[in-house]
């Protein structure tokens, strides 16, 4: 089987579709989402659509859960307060009682999904270090764990007791290692390249590939700025910051 990982798409169908272009030419079996479908992007119903098009297999971004209770937008960014109202205000019934549909984990034989950090999945926290890693390796009970959140794409493994980290763009996986694979983001990447990131899970040739494409972030921008969101989130797609 070989898997599409698709996260952090918040709402920039530009990006998504350039994306999901690329991956129709790459034999993909199955398409797997780690959240942030929406949030930041000016089209979060058609980016939801799109996904659910795609697979049933998608867990909760912190953007989900914010529109599902607006409290929770006390722990953002002023800018990524006003996407997650705006991004209520556009959404219907129908696609918000998608968002609280969402589980926080997803399981299945070979890999578990999940938006932020197995630790605390609720919490939302950032994989950015070893030392977060760990804390998800020591509950991580399948070979693989799938993430977004940080928006920069790469991967931990584990290997008797010791933690690695890699950005390398292909990745053969060992026997007796475990692995935690953040897909990077399609919609507002932040690792200073602009391109959309995606990644494919090939599970018979035992390898992961992380991918980027260039898509029209100037018409992505201009809808942005049409639709009255902060100009800032227009601004860094260009940099991919
Ligand atoms: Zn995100």
Redesign the pocket.
Known sequence: MRYALI??V?GNLEALEAVIEALQKERVDEYLST??II??GADPSKCIERVRGLTEKVVC???EWAVRDLKYTDYFNPYAKAAVYWTRQMINTEELNYANSLNHLLKEKDFTLV?GTLHRPEEFRYMRDEREALMSFRLQDTPLCFL??T?SPGIYWEREGRISYSQDKIVKLAEGTKYIINCG?IG?PRDGNPKASYCIYDDEAKKIEFKRIAYDIKKAQDKIRGAGLPDIIADRLAEGR
């Open positions: 996260s952090d918040h959240g942030d949030g930041y971004g912190n953007h938006h977004g959140h928006h983001s507002q």
